[in-house]
């Protein structure tokens, strides 16, 4: 009995090798199945948190800034870590992170022309922000997915690089809209920013134990950059 275990122990071990991986119990890691229900449920709040954020003029502030966190890009990049965090291996990270996003797309734009959300906007408006909506989550949910499941589960260099940047990601485009001027004024306004930067800031001095920290400030400051001039991109072509 004993050397069935060492023999179990031994093959998972080599497993984990193969992928790139440190030795690990892979047979402890999320099932499949938990990811994806992780990763629809996540859909279906933030698709349906979009769709609220345009559909009622919600009065109180903590909805507020809860439909406005859910409707901003922040929304696709928290599936993306989460699915990954807890996924089985980098491919099913990928794959399910981004059929979430795509999901959460799905249930906003389905909902666009049933209630008429957005009624000043042409079809085919519409049609072009969502097709750039969705290769910008696909991209999410590959990159990022892939990166949370290493962050996890990595070596200590692919745990660095695979922190940094996905939380540079979310803190490009915080810091373009400070450059940029961003009326802070508005509370919600106001702690949507907080929010969003809060949370990746606590995220990379959280990680300083278990990565390099010239590495994770480093690959932070190319996720920056990448989603600070994505950012600019996107909104000077199509907004």
Request: a positive charge.
């Amino acid at each position: 009995m004993r050397e069935t275990r060492d023999f179990d122990a031994e093959f998972l071990n080599r497993d984990s090798t193969q992928r790139g991986l440190p030795p690990a119990k892979y047979s402890k890691r999320p099932a499949v199945g938990t990811t994806i229900t992780l990763g629809l449920s996540l859909a279906v709040l933030i698709g349906f948190g979009s769709v609220a954020n345009d559909m009622f003029p919600f009065s109180g502030v903590f909805i507020t800034i809860m439909t406005k966190l859910a409707s901003s890009g922040l929304g696709f990049v928290m599936i993306a870590l989460l699915v990954g965090w807890f996924s089985k291996s980098s491919k099913i990270a990928a794959s399910v992170a981004s059929v979430s996003i795509l999901f959460a797309l799905a249930i906003y734009y389905c909902a666009i022309p049933v209630y008429n959300l957005r009624p000043s906007a042409a079809g085919s408006d519409i049609a072009q922000i969502a097709l750039v909506w969705t290769l910008l989550g696909v991209g999410c949910g590959v990159i990022v997915g892939s990166m949370a499941f290493f962050a996890h589960y990595g070596t200590l260099t692919q745990r660095s690089i695979a922190t940094g940047f996905p939380l540079g990601l979310i803190l490009g485009p915080v810091v373009v809209g400070l450059l940029q001027g961003v009326d802070l004024r508005s509370l919600e306004i106001l702690a949507v920013v907080a929010i969003t930067g809060f949370i990746p800031v606590v995220g990379l001095l959280a990680s300083l134990r278990r990565t390099k920290p010239r590495l994770l400030f480093l690959s932070a400051l190319a996720g920056i950059i990448f989603s600070g001039g994505l950012f600019l991109v996107v909104y000077a072509l199509y907004y």
